[in-house]
């Protein structure tokens, strides 16, 4: 059974967005339900995290970070991964179209784009002056991550935080962003293309109107370009769970979290463990 729990087969009585429910009356509610779920979906504040934002770790919690062996540390990032993909679940089946899908779109939707939000999500609390990010209830340096033994990727995903914040964008747009991010009728293995674009086509038409409003629409296309980003740091991510896989598949197999395994583990490569 699917990992990614709470996911309903398609039932359109109770679909309470299919068209026959309550029609969208227009962009405005569609853009009002997004950032709501946006907000509630969200495991920190964007303001409570401002407060914290000189909160940085001592010399010797950096210490302890780095005395971790590779696989314990892969492994206390893979819950915090598993943790925040769980939200990003929350988040996706509140977009409003996103359960009139098939169960399998939903899935291929999630294993996905999941991680592209998160990492999104993470560059909010992103602190370009000291450029630290969120980890742990605290502000971290890359150094933090040394003992992943992944560099070049750690600093992908700094970069990628940094070049975000410079957007400045607001929750708002955040928002209907990330709703963007998930809602992709590109994805591989979809059943149904024509009805994720229908879902997508009123989202795009949510980011535009808000971009609009905010009379930033030059935003859009910088938007564009950071999704094709966010690709490629996912396409990082999974080769060095490969990689990660190979070397330590203990930890792979029995320790990695089961949402993490169905939702970044190719097929039987890493493990006959899940069952569908
Ligand atoms: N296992 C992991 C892993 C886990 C995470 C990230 C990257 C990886 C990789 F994989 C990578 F890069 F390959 F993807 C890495 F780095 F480990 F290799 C980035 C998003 C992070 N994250 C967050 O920032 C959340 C986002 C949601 C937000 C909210 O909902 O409000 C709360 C904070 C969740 C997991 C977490 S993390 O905190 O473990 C972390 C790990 C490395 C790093 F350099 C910075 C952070």
Known sequence: SHEL?????????????????????????????????????????????????????????????????????WQHCA???????????????????FRMLSQNDQIALLKTGSMEVVLV?????????????????KFAGAEVFKSLACGDLIAAVFDFAHDMCALKLTEQQIALFTALVLINADR???EDRGRVQRVQRNV?????????????DNLLHKLYQRMAVLRSLCRLHIEKLHWFSQRYPLTAHSLFPPLYKELFASEGELLPGTTH
């Open 79 to 97: 819950i915090q991964l598993t943790d925040a993909v769980q939200y990003v679940v929350e988040f996706a089946k509140r977009i409003p179209g």
């Open 5 to 73: 729990m709470g996911i309903h087969p398609y039932n359109p009585l109770e679909d309470t967005y299919s068209i026959y429910a309550h029609p969208l009356r227009n962009i405005d509610e569609l853009c009002a339900s997004i950032v709501r779920s946006h907000r509630e979906t969200s495991q920190c504040r964007v303001e409570e995290l401002q407060a914290l934002r000189w909160k940085l770790f001592s010399r010797e919690e950096i210490q302890a970070y780095q005395s971790k062996t590779v696989d314990e540390m």
């Open 204 to 216: 795009e038409l949510g980011l535009t109107h808000i971009l609009h409003r905010d009379n930033q």
């Open 121 to 137: 999500r993470m560059s909010r609390y992103f602190n370009t002056e000291n450029n630290t990010v969120f980890f742990d209830g």
């Open 188 to 190: 591989p293995c979809l």
